[in-house]
C-alpha cells in the first residue's frame, strides 16, 4: 500500500514568514499525491494535488508543492503565512494502480502574530 | 462545497450500546468512504462502497459494518460501541475510483463520544 510520511505534527511560524510542511512517500510506482487542509470543526479540504507532468503544483491560497521523485518527496510550501492558515494539513498518496488513498498523520500549524 | 451532509454532528453514547451514523450526498457520486481522524493517525479508512450494496472493508473495520441501499446514503454501524471508537468520523464521496487522481471530497464530521 501507498505510505505517506508527515515530519513534524507541529509547526510554528510567524505571520509573513515561510510555511515549509513535509511529505514523503514511499511507492515503487508512481504515486498521485494530495495536499489537504483541515480547519477548526470542518471537514477535509483539497489544497492541490500532482498529476504525472509538471513537478511543480500551486493550489489555492497561495501553497505550493513540488514533487521530487528522486528524493520521494512532495513538501507544501507557501512563501508568507498568515494568520489564516493556521490549520492542520494532511498529505495523502494512492497508486495509480487502484489502491486506496492513504494519508499522513497529519502536521498543525500555528501562526504567530 | 459538494453536498455531503453527516448526521448526528455530535453523540454520547455509552459503552455496548449500537450506534448508526449516516452520510447522506446530493452530487451522485459513486464512492463513499467512512474514516475515522485519531491524533497522531491521521485519517484511517474504516469502510468504503464503490456501488449501491457493494462495500468493502478498510485498514481499521473491526467493529464497524456499513450498508448502502441507495447511491445518496452511506451508513456505519457500530454494532456494540466501545472506548476505543471514541473518534471523529469523516464520510468522503468521489466520482472515480482511487487510482484515477480523482479528488475527494468530505463532509464535516460526527464526534462520537463512547462512555
Known amino acids: 500500500a501507498q505510505s505517506v510520511t508527515q515530519l513534524g505534527s507541529h509547526v510554528s511560524v510567524s505571520e509573513g514568514a515561510l510555511v515549509l510542511l513535509r511529505c514523503n512517500y514511499s511507492s515503487s510506482v508512481p504515486p498521485y499525491l494530495f495536499w489537504y487542509v483541515q480547519y477548526p470543526n470542518q471537514g477535509l479540504q483539497l489544497l492541490l494535488k500532482?498529476?504525472?507532468?509538471?513537478?511543480l503544483v500551486k493550489g489555492i491560497n497561495g501553497f505550493e508543492a513540488e514533487f521530487k521523485k528522486s528524493e520521494t518527496s512532495f513538501h507544501l510550501t507557501k512563501p508568507s503565512a498568515h494568520m489564516s492558515d493556521a490549520a492542520e494539513y494532511f498529505c495523502?498518496?494512492?497508486?495509480?494502480?487502484?489502491?486506496?488513498?492513504?494519508f499522513g498523520t497529519g502536521t498543525r500549524l500555528a501562526v504567530r502574530p | 462545497d459538494a453536498g455531503i451532509t453527516q448526521s448526528p454532528r455530535h453523540k454520547v453514547t455509552e459503552t455496548g450500546t449500537p450506534v448508526t451514523l449516516r452520510c447522506h450526498q446530493t452530487?451522485?457520486?459513486?464512492?463513499m468512504y467512512w474514516y475515522r481522524q485519531d491524533p497522531g493517525h491521521g485519517l484511517r479508512l474504516i469502510h468504503y462502497s464503490y456501488g449501491v450494496k457493494d462495500t468493502d472493508k478498510g485498514e481499521v473495520s473491526d467493529g464497524y459494518s456499513v450498508s448502502r441501499s441507495k447511491t445518496e446514503d452511506f451508513l456505519l454501524t457500530l454494532e456494540s460501541a466501545t472506548s476505543s471508537q471514541t473518534s471523529v468520523y469523516f464520510c468522503?464521496?468521489?466520482?472515480?475510483?482511487?487510482?484515477?487522481?480523482?479528488?475527494?471530497?468530505f463532509g464535516q464530521g460526527t464526534r462520537l463520544t463512547v462512555v
Open positions: 495523502a498518496g494512492e497508486k495509480s494502480s487502484g489502491d486506496k488513498l492513504t
Open positions: 500532482y498529476t504525472t507532468g509538471a513537478t
Open positions: 452530487e451522485n457520486h459513486r464512492y
Open positions: 468522503a464521496i468521489s466520482e472515480s475510483n482511487p487510482g484515477t487522481n480523482t479528488e475527494a471530497f
